[in-house]
């Protein structure tokens, strides 16, 4: 690809980003006395990188797109004598993308899933506790803005929406099980560097 021409979007890519995540994190538990439900907004940093690739036919861009996210999201949040601290650790997702490209501009709306990892503890003053660590996936769409700066490079930043739904999960303690039921609803804004080749 001649990138001499930096108003063609066509061709493989990979890159950096860097941003932050505002999660919405509802968590029930049951079998675990004293325990109930809290809602907390888990917030923290989100840094990786990305992959993919660009078709261009006139002005319509079609890509795909890969990424791999480390995550420093968490909160503790209390109802009563019952606490629930709640983690994000990482994230990752393989998306369609569909653009405009305009000049050096290419807006986009992008979509697909995703597959992440989450740690809830439990935890009721004077009583029990019990902890879990688990994976799951997830559907996930947004929307950015790209613009080339400088021959093989562009710069973005970009929105993602994370929906897990409901995911039950099972722990086994000296007491009996105590089941979590968890779901996070994600919203990250990042702002990223492609090197396109």
């Not at 990138?3 to 066509?10: E, I, L, N, V």
Request: charged letters at 10%; a negative charge.
């Amino acid at each position: 690809m001649n990138r001499d021409d930096p108003t063609s979007w066509t061709g493989a890519y990979v890159g950096a980003n860097l941003g932050g995540g505002y999660a919405n994190v509802g968590t029930t538990v049951m079998g675990l006395p004293g325990a109930g439900a809290v809602s907390e907004n888990v917030v923290g940093f989100v840094g990786g990188g990305q992959a993919g690739a660009n078709w261009q036919t006139g002005s319509t861009v079609v890509g795909v797109e890969c990424d791999i996210q480390g995550a420093d999201q968490n909160h503790k949040a209390t109802n009563g004598a019952f606490a629930v601290t709640d983690t994000i650790t990482y994230f990752g997702s393989a998306r369609g993308r569909l653009g405009l490209g305009v000049d050096r501009w290419l807006p986009y709306v992008t979509g697909g899933w995703g597959y992440g990892g989450w740690s809830s503890t439990a935890a009721v003053a004077g009583g029990g506790s019990a902890s879990i660590t688990r994976s799951h996936g997830f559907w996930t769409m947004g929307g950015g803005l790209e613009v080339v700066v400088w021959r093989n490079l562009s710069g973005r930043i970009e929105y993602l929406f994370t929906d897990t739904g409901t995911v039950a999960t099972n722990h086994s303690t000296a007491g009996g099980a105590v089941t979590f039921n968890s779901t996070i609803h994600d919203n990250i804004l990042r702002t990223g560097l492609n090197y396109r080749f």
